[in-house]
Each structure stands twice: as C-alpha cells, then as structure tokens.
C-alpha cells in the first residue's frame, strides 16, 4: 500500500509512489495508492483511548474517521510506502497528521517502548524536494528522515528511506515568479536524473515486496 502525501496525484511524489508500486507488483504483490488529501481525517486528539488498559479501543485509534478502515487495512498489508513533498523541511501536514495517527496508537509508553502493532512489515518512505542534496544537508532536513526511519522501524518492522532532490515543481517555469530556479537546468535534471530516482523507487517496492 502506498500512501501519497502530496496534494497532487500525478507529479513527482505519486509517479515515485508508483513506480515502488510497479516494483512490488514486479514481485507478484497487489498493489494500491491512497491520496491522504482524498480522505478527510484530522491528527491526533490526545484523547488516549488506544492507551486505556482494558478498554476497548487499546492499541487501536478510537477516532472513527476516513483513517479508521486503512488503518484495518494496514493491518493486514504485507507492506507500506509512505510519499511526501518536503513542506518547509518537513512532510505535508496531512503527511504529518496521518503519521500521528498511525503510530501513536501502537507505541507503547514503556521503558523501553515496545510495540502493539500486530504484524511486522516493511516500510519505504519517498520524500521529494526541491533543494539539492547538498542543502537537504546544510539544512539538517536528514535529522527528521533519520528520526522517521528509526520510529517505523521500532513500531512497524522495517524501514528505508529515499529522497528524490532537486525536483520539476512546475510544468511551466515561465508563468510563475521563481527566478531562483534555472529552468532549464530544471528540465534537463528532470530528464537526466529523475529516471534514476523512478528505478530506485521501483527498486524499494521490489525489496519491499521481498520481504
Ligand atoms: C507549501 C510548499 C512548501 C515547500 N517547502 C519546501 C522546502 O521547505 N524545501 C524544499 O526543498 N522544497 C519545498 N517545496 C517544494 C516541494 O517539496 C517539491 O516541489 C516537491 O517535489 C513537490 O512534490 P509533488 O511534485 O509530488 O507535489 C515546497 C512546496 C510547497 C508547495
């Protein structure tokens, strides 16, 4: 299962979220794509529910919203991709939302904290930019990949991380007021590079689905 934090369905977060899809399915998996702005959620409300010893919504979210039936679904998953833009250094907020809600409600509040979630699987996770990947660094934007890694790995199973850099944001330079991009050098790295990141996308879903 793939889930796309992007709000557009067709650009350089969904055609990645795809191509790992494409991979997986390379391996005989049933793939989908679910488009987080599709469905209508909030993060979490704190209301502890999925933390309350006996009661009947631990180690699950009580929230019955859209979430509610992808989170049964993720349960039963033999994978996951998670895809977002990188939005003032980090996931969209409806990236961000769903991850509250997915996995606050498997972490345990122990020491060390253990997991609830009922099954370990893999996880990818695609993030895309416009910065390149000497700025991702300057900027210390791998400190969020890093941390996101270590956490689905702890609460889920497994996890890797790609980051597609320098990215195409708009089909005509021309229109919009961005003089900070050379278009053409946009296009060409469009062209040249992209490709690269779409097999190593695909190359995920095919280790994803492996495992
Ligand atoms: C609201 C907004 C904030 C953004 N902030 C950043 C940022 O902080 N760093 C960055 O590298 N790119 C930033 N970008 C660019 C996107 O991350 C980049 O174009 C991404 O590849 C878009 O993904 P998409 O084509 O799947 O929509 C921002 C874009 C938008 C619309």
Redesign the pocket.
Request: no cysteine; net charge positive.
């Given at each position: 299962m793939a889930f796309n934090g992007?709000p557009?369905k067709q650009?350089?977060?969904?055609t990645l979220l795809g191509k790992a899809l494409e991979g997986a399915a390379s391996k005989g998996a049933e793939t989908e794509i679910i488009h987080l702005y599709d469905l209508d959620y909030k993060g979490c409300i704190s209301c502890f529910a999925c933390k309350t010893i006996g009661g009947k919504s631990y180690g699950r979210c009580a929230v019955q919203d859209d979430l509610a039936p992808v989170f049964n679904r993720i349960e039963q998953a033999g994978a996951i991709v998670l895809g977002s833009?990188?939005?003032?250094?980090t996931v969209t907020g409806e990236m961000k939302s769903f991850m509250e809600r997915l996995l606050f409600q498997y972490t345990t509040y122990t020491d060390p904290p253990g997991s609830l979630f009922p099954n370990k699987i893999g996880t990818g996770f695609i993030y895309?930019?416009?910065?390149t990947e000497e700025i991702m660094k300057e900027w210390g934007y791998a400190v969020n990949f890093n941390r996101n890694e270590a956490t689905l790995r702890r609460i889920l199973g497994g996890s890797e991380y790609m980051c597609s850099f320098d990215?195409y944001?708009f089909d005509d330079y021309s229109k919009v007021l961005a003089t900070r991009f050379d278009p053409v050098k946009k296009k060409q790295r469009h062209e040249e590079v992209f490709p690269l990141d779409c097999q190593k996308a695909f190359d995920m879903g095919v280790r994803l689905a492996g495992k």
């Open positions: 992007s557009r650009w350089n977060t969904a833009p990188i939005y003032w250094g895309t930019m416009n910065v990215t944001q």
